[in-house]
Every structure is written in C-alpha cells, then in structure tokens.
C-alpha cells in the first residue's frame, strides 16, 4: 500500500509540473507575438524642416516642416512678415532659392503636366498647388495642409517634394489664371531639402 501512495504521489507531482512547465511556454509564446504585433504596427515617420528666406525685398521669414506617416505628408508652414490677408503658397521645380526674387526656383510643381487650379479640383491641378493662406494684421499666419500625393525621398518623380522649393506669393492664387494663378512677386522661399 505506501509503495502504491508512494507512486500516486510521484505521479501527482509528475503531471503538476509538466502543466505548469506547459503554461510557462504557452505564455511565453503569447508574450512574442504581442511584441511582434507591436513591431509591425510600428509607424515609420520622416520629417524634413525648412527655413523661409525673405525674396523680392520683403520681410517675409518663417519654417515650413513636412512630416510623412502611414502614407500622409503633412505640411506646417509659419510665417511672419506678411502684409495683412491672403497670399499664395506653392510647392515650386527645384529647391534654389539662391535669387533675389526667388524664380531660381523655375515654376510650379507639375510632374502630371495639368493645368493650374485648386488642389483637388476635377479639372486638373499641380502637384504643387497649396492654394492660399491668410496673415492677420501683424502679418503672421499658418498653414497646415495633408496628402496621399506627396511623399518624402520615396524616389517617385510624381510624388516626391524632396529637391522642391516652398515659394509664398505677395498676392492671392485664383486658381485660374494659367500658368501660376497670377499670384504675384515670389516674396519668400525655402529649398525642401532631406
């Protein structure tokens, strides 16, 4: 008989340890795959930072800052030295803003060869088309815009903005006058530059 109780409780212990060994593994294999969720739902973001360099003899200055994650490119331009109401912004051909009057820059970004117009308009718009912004009456103003057409060293000529030129306008883009909306002196401009 206690060679039998003996053996039950070898038997006992035998069976607890091997479900808790068991357990310990299946734990360890749910605590992997929670990292490698985390992993690969990890964002990858880039940032480029630009300085707004008065043209034109103006007084215009500020930073424009591009931030691409999960496939959006956002743009955060502040400015300062404005005269007070709404003035254009452009993404222009080549970050050169060596110029006085800022048309080193060549025109607008246009890799799809549209005609000029309103960002998103069905008859057609350059990839750089922002459209306009408006300073208050100390000449400060923000813009913030968004897109899926933009992209940020991925190489493709109709979506990268690296190696273009943020131009800000003395005046106000109409959307229609071909080829620049008749927006006017380019009054600053900064190099998009990775």
């Given at each position: 008989?206690?060679?039998?109780?003996?053996?039950?409780?070898?038997?006992?212990?035998?069976?607890?340890?091997?479900?808790?060994?068991?357990?310990?593994?299946?734990?360890?294999?749910?605590?992997?795959?929670?990292?490698?969720?985390?992993?690969?739902?990890?964002?990858?973001?880039?940032?480029?930072?630009?300085?707004?360099?008065?043209?034109?003899?103006?007084?215009?200055?500020?930073?424009?800052?591009?931030?691409?994650?999960?496939?959006?490119?956002?743009?955060?331009?502040?400015?300062?030295?404005?005269?007070?109401?709404?003035?254009?912004?452009?993404?222009?051909?080549?970050?050169?803003?060596?110029s006085d009057d800022g048309t080193s820059s060549g025109?607008?970004?246009?890799?799809?060869?549209?005609?000029?117009?309103?960002?998103?308009?069905?008859?057609?718009?350059?990839?750089?088309?922002?459209?306009?912004?408006?300073?208050?009456?100390?000449?400060?103003?923000?813009?913030?815009?968004?897109?899926?057409?933009?992209?940020?060293?991925?190489?493709?000529?109709?979506?990268?903005?690296?190696?273009?030129?943020?131009?800000?306008?003395?005046?106000?883009?109409?959307?229609?006058?071909?080829?620049?909306?008749?927006?006017?002196?380019?009054?600053?401009?900064?190099?998009?530059?990775?």
């Amino acid at each position: 008989m206690r060679k039998l109780t003996l053996l039950a409780l070898v038997a006992t212990f035998t069976f607890a340890t091997s479900c808790k060994n068991d357990k310990k593994e299946n734990a360890e294999k749910e605590v992997i795959t929670e990292v490698e969720e985390v992993v690969t739902e990890k964002a990858v973001v880039k940032k480029i930072t630009a300085e707004l360099h008065a043209k034109s003899g103006s007084n215009v200055t500020g930073n424009v800052v591009f931030k691409e994650e999960n496939g959006t490119v956002s743009m955060t331009a502040v400015l300062s030295g404005l005269e007070p109401g709404k003035h254009a912004i452009h993404l222009h051909e080549t970050a050169d803003c060596s110029s006085d009057d800022g048309t080193s820059s060549g025109g607008h970004w246009n890799p799809t060869s549209e005609p000029h117009g309103k960002w998103g308009d069905a008859a057609g718009y350059h990839k750089g088309d922002i459209g306009n912004l408006e300073a208050d009456e100390k000449g400060n103003a923000t813009i913030t815009f968004s897109t899926d057409q933009w992209c940020i060293g991925c190489g493709d000529p109709a979506k990268d903005i690296v190696g273009k030129a943020v131009i800000v306008h003395k005046g106000i883009d109409d959307f229609k006058t071909q080829p620049t909306g008749d927006a006017g002196a380019r009054v600053s401009c900064a190099g998009v530059i990775e």
